[in-house]
């Protein structure tokens, strides 16, 4: 008997012990738990909270700060809808924080999102506030904002095809294609012959270009003889401007008979005799004046 007693204590116990860790198992992951804690409560106005459910969690950096009170509820303005929250006790939300409504993967369960502003915070919101959402980042309303975008492309493109359309009809007939391309073959012709007079007209610009470096060194050459004939100007100008003031050789030549006669005479021995075998036969050549012979009286 005792054995028996001492085999339904220790079953008795080990069933407790397992009915203890189920409940506690039930109590923790069940949310069972959550009716043991304390709460807050928030209402924030989101445009569009479709999916969200109530009992869905409300996050802050990934953890878990409460839960969603009950599903949306249509605002009078009709301007979107009003979500119930409820916060733990012990969190704080500063003020300026936004709400979204997001989703975990494509197909996942919605929550709300809490993102705090930068900085330290100074000023908490306080119980039962009420407070404005931001607009949903889930991948329905991605997926919902591309099926738009996609719509507006397929307009543009539409649009784009009639003003083609209406271009080719329109705007240009065959006859004005007929135009356009006959005004682009002159115009090629054109440009052909415009290329070949610009290779004509490089060969007279380098022709050109030599004349000009031909030009300029027979310039340059000219440079020397036009600056002797300067020199050779001064000179002469120098010379009348003294024989005009009766001063130097010229002058004396053009005033003194005796001197010119002497220098006639010097230049001719020179060319009769040349410097070597000079002497004076000029002087020698030249009869003297006879007296004028006196009329005998009758």
Known sequence: MDR????????????AI?????????VKFGRLGEGFKTYYDLTVRFKDASGLLKGSDVLLSGARIGRVGGGPRLLREGEGVAVPLRIYDYVKIPKGSK?????????????????T?????????????????????????????????IEELRG???????????????????ETMRNLRTSIDHLSETTDSLAQSSKKLDGVVEKADAAMASAKKDADDLQAPIAEARKTFSAATQLIREASNGNGLLASLIKDSDMARDMRALIANLRAHGVL???????????????AKRRSSP
């Open 156 to 174: 543009t493109v539409q649009n784009i095809n009639g003003t083609f359309t209406r271009l080719n009809t329109e705007a240009l007939p065959p």
């Open 4 to 15: 028996d007693r001492t085999l339904e204590l220790k079953v008795g116990v080990f069933v």
């Open 99 to 115: 709400f979204i409504v997001g989703s975990s993967g494509l197909l996942g369960d919605r929550f709300v999102s809490v993102m």
């Open 277 to 291: 075998f000079y002497r004076d036969s000029a002087a020698r050549a030249t009869p003297s004046p006879s007296p």
């Open 117 to 149: 502003p930068p900085g330290p915070a100074t000023e908490y919101l306080p119980k039962n506030a009420v407070v404005d959402g931001a607009p949903a980042t889930g991948i329905d309303d991605l997926t919902h904002a591309g099926s738009q975008l």
């Open 18 to 26: 397992g009915l203890a860790m189920i409940a506690a198992f039930v």
